[in-house]
Nanobody
């Protein structure tokens, strides 16, 4: 099993910045990639960004150039630096880990990001 602890959400004004962290523990040897998803009120959960242990990154179009994902492999921790935040970035952000073939993904409990003036 993998346990995930997320932190860093909060209230920020438009144009501001936040940094999310997600630390994994347990069977971390099985983790191949980590990422962040978000769910806005009344909408489906969507991919924000992912990163593999090898450093391959993927972003949804709406956050490219504003968000940066990174991973500390030694600490099994993924970070999401969010700059130039917009009202539409508001939502619950969930950490996700992908594991070796045949093993299921794990999800964090979510951390709320509210962008409001």
């Amino acid at each position: 099993q993998v346990q995930l602890v997320e932190s860093g959400g909060g209230l920020v004004q438009p144009g501001g910045s936040l940094r999310l962290s997600c630390a994994a523990s347990g069977s971390t040897y099985s983790i191949t990639a980590m990422g962040w998803y978000r769910q806005a009120p009344g909408k489906q959960r969507e991919l924000v960004a992912t990163i593999t242990r090898g450093g391959l990154m993927d972003y949804t179009a709406s956050v490219k150039g504003r968000f940066t994902i990174s991973m500390d492999n030694a600490k099994n921790t993924v970070y999401l630096q969010m700059n130039s935040l917009k009202l539409e970035d508001t939502g619950v952000y969930y950490c996700n880990v992908q594991r070796l073939p045949g093993l299921g993904d794990y999800w964090g409990k979510g951390t709320l990001v509210t962008v409001s003036s």
